[in-house]
């Protein structure tokens, strides 16, 4: 098996896979500490931020071709992603209670990224180089398509799995915060 097939291998088969299962396993870790009451909706809307941080990078990986432009992409919201996990955390320990498991969790969500990033960089590496002026090819700044698109059952199920393990459990966990913060206010 070629290296780049064995990179994609444990992208699409290991490393979104276990990204999707710690992002539920922390919206788990969130309602067991009642963040409705807690930290509240403002450390919903910046879960919400981050997963559109990251979400956008993969998505794009998911469906275009990766050239310089994707990987740069990816690599300034993988920053700012890690700006806003501190963020999070440092919000989120003056609120409620960051278990030891939390915690755990949040390891995965910082670096099975880094590790989704540099899985994408290593089968791009000419690209990559181009980003900053090195290497044999030039630097490609345009949208496409990906020329070798995933199965269109694999994209079904990781949609699927986007929906179910991050998108509506995030968006339960907004809706009672929401209510939360009505009862609150009195209304």
Not at 113 to 118: G, H, Q
């Amino acid at each position: 098996m070629p290296s780049s097939d064995q990179q994609m291998f444990l992208l699409l088969w290991f490393v979104l896979p276990v990204w999707l299962i710690a992002g539920f396993a922390d919206w788990l870790c969130h309602r067991a500490t009642h963040i409705e009451t807690t930290a509240g909706i403002k450390e919903t809307w910046i879960h919400l931020l981050m997963f559109l941080q990251m979400g956008m990078p993969m998505l794009s990986a998911l469906f275009l071709e990766v050239n310089a432009l994707i990987i740069g992409f990816m690599i300034v919201l993988f920053f700012c992603h890690e700006a806003t996990a501190l963020w999070d955390v440092s919000y989120a320990v003056t609120a409620r209670k960051v278990s030891p498991i939390e915690q755990h969790v949040h390891s995965f969500l910082e670096m099975v990224p880094l590790m989704a990033l540099l899985l994408v960089i290593s089968r791009h590496w000419p690209q990559f180089l181009a980003l900053f002026g090195a290497g044999p090819e030039s630097a490609r700044f345009d949208l496409h398509l990906r020329p070798d698109p995933l199965p269109v059952g694999y994209i079904a199920s990781v949609l699927m799995g986007i929906l179910l393990l991050e998108v509506l459990p995030y968006l339960e966990e907004y809706r009672r915060g929401k209510k939360a913060k009505e009862i609150a206010q009195g209304k």
